[in-house]
């Protein structure tokens, strides 16, 4: 097990044209997530919402091999023989998990599937609002295959297909092609491999042309009004107040003129 000391380069951060992309990069591991890794994806997220030059959070794979692996269960098993702390379940630890701290950025973000994701590779795509995958991808999430229990998934796959189609994918561990996770609205947009970082940045650029106040407005408002009744939620109030802001008057300016708006956040 790797000790404070012995720390490898686990996660690549690039800023540009307002969209972070944080890379995880061990392909050596197929991207595993390993205690560093998560470590390091979560305190990467929560510097990128909030920081003013980011209004796009995208999350992506090293190498060809995979987008993740999932867990790193060489380092699990070093556990269970007795190196370092014993293994915790995702409701037994001290910190949120890097799942729920991306499924409460307040920014946008979006999972760029380089390969396959697997186990906690899929939930950490869950956890984005958006997923963009190549054609030759393959989620499963196989944890009841490995006696565990895809705690994350159980709880957001039926939310986002049908709740039937989810469990078979949940009981069966089985690979699901990412045509088949693209028929049930899994997958935003498939491209072919030799496409993905072109299709993906001109994906994101679309995104971050819009209003950075409004986009976390629109996020916020979903996530926060989930699970309640139309009425409840049209009254919940949640982030910036995009309808006050200087950049709705910017807006409005730039659509009259005919030109792109510059957006300032405020």
């Known amino acids: 097990m790797t000790t404070a000391s012995e720390k490898e380069h686990v996660l690549s951060i690039s800023i540009e044209n307002r969209i972070c ?13 390993s205690e560093q890794l998560q470590g390091e994806l979560r305190e990467a997220v929560l510097d990128a919402d909030r920081d003013p030059d980011v209004s796009l959070i995208a999350i992506t794979g ?37 799942m729920e701290v991306l499924l409460d950025s307040r920014k946008p973000t979006l999972a760029i599937v380089n390969g396959p994701a697997m186990a906690g590779g899929v939930e950490l795509a869950l956890a984005c609002d958006l997923r963009i995958a190549v054609d030759t991808a393959v989620f499963a ?16 796959l039926p939310q986002l297909v049908p709740p039937a189609i989810a469990m078979e994918w949940l009981y069966t561990g089985r690979n699901v092609p990412a045509r088949e996770a693209e028929r049930w609205g899994l997958v935003n947009r498939l491209v072919a491999k030799a496409d993905l970082a072109a299709e993906a940045a001109a994906f994101a650029s679309e995104i971050v042309a819009s209003a950075p106040l409004s986009l976390q407005k629109m996020k916020l408002t979903y996530r926060k009004t989930q699970g309640l009744p139309p009425a409840a939620g049209l009254r919940l109030d949640v982030g910036p107040d995009p309808y006050t802001s200087e950049d709705r008057k910017e807006g409005i300016r730039a659509f009259l003129e005919r030109r792109a708006p510059v957006w300032k956040g405020r």
Request: charged share 30%; aromatic share 4%; hydrophobic share 35%.
């Open 62 to 98: 090293a190498g060809d091999e995979a987008f993740c692996a999932g867990a790193d269960l060489k380092e699990m098993r070093e556990r269970d023989q007795g190196v370092g702390h014993a293994y915790r379940g995702p409701l037994h630890r001290q910190e949120r998990t890097i």
């Open 21 to 33: 992309v944080l890379k995880l990069d061990r392909p050596h591991r197929r991207n595993a997530l």
């Open 141 to 156: 999430v196989p944890e009841a295959r490995r006696g565990m229990g895809a705690h994350f998934a159980s709880v957001m």
